[in-house]
Every structure is written in structure tokens, then in C-alpha cells.
């Protein structure tokens, strides 16, 4: 595929290049890995790059070319994710990069366009996800900002529960190894997944390659992997991962810091005990949790939640690859009857007037006026239920053409729980 030189003030200096995309072949994956870490500035030793294969799809990958020089690649997984009313599959995509000496010269562009195409002709999925390293790039290729993760910086010492925090004196807390645990931390993972718009089913690989990787280099500097499992006689129905970067102040104060990788569980009292099994570390004075959900509840059991420390990001960007199938194979929180007109240059084969009946499960083309008017970006951003419409209107990006309309279509896309990947891809 030829890309189109856009020759801005900004980007002068850079020399036009012509590039071809295509899926790459096994053999290639030592110049896809080379090109990754030159673009991400990374340092992965040769094991964890090797760990990323096995969650690969070389079918699904795609390589840019300048000549006989790979300068950019993009990939795709096939994932099945929650989404409101129960799970479909969805693209993920990852790995996206352009070599340092080829960028801003629409290398990327290229990438986003055919992996689109690609993903409609292929047909398997109506929905595309991704986590982005920054915000400002994948909005002009149709993507929305779906859902926020937050992330604490607790104090231990101010990490009292309200009175009434739920307490079972059926369970009880179990220290495990995570390769040992891994029937258990699949068995609560499976219970949530279901529930939660954004988690997505893990692979075998994506559980021992990911989730519980924990050689020197995923460390990052803390001790090995811990794992805390809260379960009754029926077995397990919490469980936390984390790491302790443990310390001692110049006065041999214990000043060790819990780093929280993931939590989760199936019933309230046995959150509130996996939390207080980090709360309560020994010899730690502070917790470090990121990637919580928007909607944690550990917000509402902290007694002073002033002392979280919290600051948000943006987590999943979700992008409808075909409007119609994606809006009729979600559930809606109310009825709604209206004619949806979408704007989408890079997926002409969006762009126009559907009309989307909730109660029929239905979304079709039709010659009907529109009652609203949105960018597929905007459809993206409310497709997992966390992100209304109304202040997307209220910022000019949807324009609403009969009164009541922006209400009934937001109302009907809002679902609980919030939406939230849980795991960045
Ligand atoms: C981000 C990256 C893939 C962009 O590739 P690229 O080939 O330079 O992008 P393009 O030339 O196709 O850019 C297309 C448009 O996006 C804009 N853009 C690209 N990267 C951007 C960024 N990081 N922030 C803001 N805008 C960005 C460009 O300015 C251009 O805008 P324009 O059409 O208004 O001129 C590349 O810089 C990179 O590999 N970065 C490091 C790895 C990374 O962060 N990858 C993304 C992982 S989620």
C-alpha cells in the first residue's frame, strides 16, 4: 500500500517515503521485535521477548516497509471481551510502532487503515480495542476513550475501613505461590469476567507469559510476585498479586512499599479482606495500586478516601469496525428508538443514517432524518457503557437534531459496572 505524503510546515524536514504493508512471516520476527524495542525504548532481555511470541498472531500482525527495511508494524488479537449484556469477540490490537527515523511521515496512518479494512473483511469481529501509549494518537483513526483506571498511592497508616466494612468470619487468608494458584486466580477471574464491560478472557499464555511473569526484568526493581488468596471451605473467592519493593529509611524505620498488580473478587467481604492483606503488609508504609477500575470500592470502604491519592487515566479506546453489528450485539440499560447519522472517513462503509431499535436487538440503514449526529469515535467512546453522551454534546462533539434524543441514546448506552480492561494488552 502507497501512503500519501501530507507535506505540513512541521514535517519538512523528513524526505517522502513510499511504504508497502503486508503480515509478516515467523522469520521476521527478529526485525519486528528490534524494530519494537527502537521504537519503545525498550531493554526486554531476549526470555520476555521470546514470552511475547507465544501471545502473537503472526497472521494477524502487519509490517511496513520502506524498500527492504521494516519500519513499522501493527498487530491484532483475538479476543473475547464483556461487553454490556455478555461477551463478543473484539480485535485487540497492539504492538503498533514506527521506526524513530520514519515517523510523522504517515507510517502509522497506513497501519491503522489497512489493519481497519483488514478487520471488516475478515469479519470475525465488529469491535477493535487498544491501550494507548498516549492519548492525542488514536482519535483521529475513529477510536474513543471507552474507559478510566485509577490509581491509589494509600498510606498504610491511614488505611482504616469505615465500621461497617463487610466482614465473613468464614474466610481466611492464604499465602500461595501464583504458578501454584493459578486454578484459583482463574476461578475468581472467570466469575468477574463476565460482569465487568472490558475484561477479556485469558489464554494460557496470557496467565503464565503476563499475569504471573516474574523474572528480574518484570520486577522492576521490587521482590518476586506475592499472591494472598481469601476462600472458605468451598474454595477461593479472592485474591491480590503484588510485589513488595521493601526498605528502610536511614534510621531503620521499616518504609517498604506494596505494589499492587492486580485484585480481585467475587463477593464484598472477600474484597475488603484481599485489600486488607496489602493494607496491612508488614514493614510497608504505603500501597501503590494502579489499573483499578473507575468504580473501585475501596473508594467507599476507606474511612478518609482523601488519603487514596488517586489520579485517573484513560484505559481502554474502543473503535467500532462495523457500527451496525457492534450496536445491536450489545444490551442497553433503557429503550431506545432513534436514527443515528455517523461521520467515519477511514470506514466509509460506516458513514451514513442507521436507525437502532433496543428493544429489537436492531440496527439497520435507513433514509429516516436524523435524531443525532456523532463522530464513530464518540459511538466508541459509550459502546462499553462508561461514558455518557451528554458531556461529549456538551463539548460540540455530537449534535443532537430532535430534543430528548442525546438523552434517550446516552441513557440506553450507560451500563453498571463501569467498564475497565483490567490488563493493558
Ligand atoms: C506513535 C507512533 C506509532 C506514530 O507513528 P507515525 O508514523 O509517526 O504517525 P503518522 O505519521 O501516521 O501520524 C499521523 C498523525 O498522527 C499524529 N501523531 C502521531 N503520533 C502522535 C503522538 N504520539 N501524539 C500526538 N499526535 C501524534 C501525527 O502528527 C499525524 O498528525 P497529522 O495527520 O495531523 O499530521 C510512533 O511515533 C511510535 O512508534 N511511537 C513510539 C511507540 C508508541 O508509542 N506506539 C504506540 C503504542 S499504543
Redesign the pocket.
Known sequence: MD?VW?S?AD?SYCALVTVTVRPIGEAEWPDFTALHLE???ASSPPEAVERWRGLFEFDRSLAAFDGDLMV?GAAALSFTMTVPGGPVPVAG????????S???????????ARQLHDIHEQGREAVAA?????A???G?FGYGRAADSLFFRIPTHRSAFVPDAPVDPALRLRVARPADALDDLRRVFETVRPERPGLYERSEARWRYDVIADEEYDRRGAGPLRCMIAEDAAGPRGYALFRVAGKFTDHDVPDGEVRLAELFATDPAAYALVWRSVLDRDLCSRVHAWSRPADDPIVHLLAEPRHLNAGWLDDLWIRLVDVDRALASRAYAAPADLVIEVADELCPWNAGRRRLITAKGSCERTGDPADLTLPVSALGAAYLGGRPLTPLAAAGLVREHREGALRELSTAMSWEPEPWGGLVF
Open positions: 501512503i501530507h505540513a514535517h521504537a519503545f525504548n513499522g490490537v497492539t504492538a503498533v510502532e514506527v521506526l524513530p520514519h515517523r510523522r511521515r504517515g507510517v502509522l496512518s497506513a497501519l491503522m487498544l491501550y494507548a501509549s498516549e492525542a494518537i488514536y483521529r
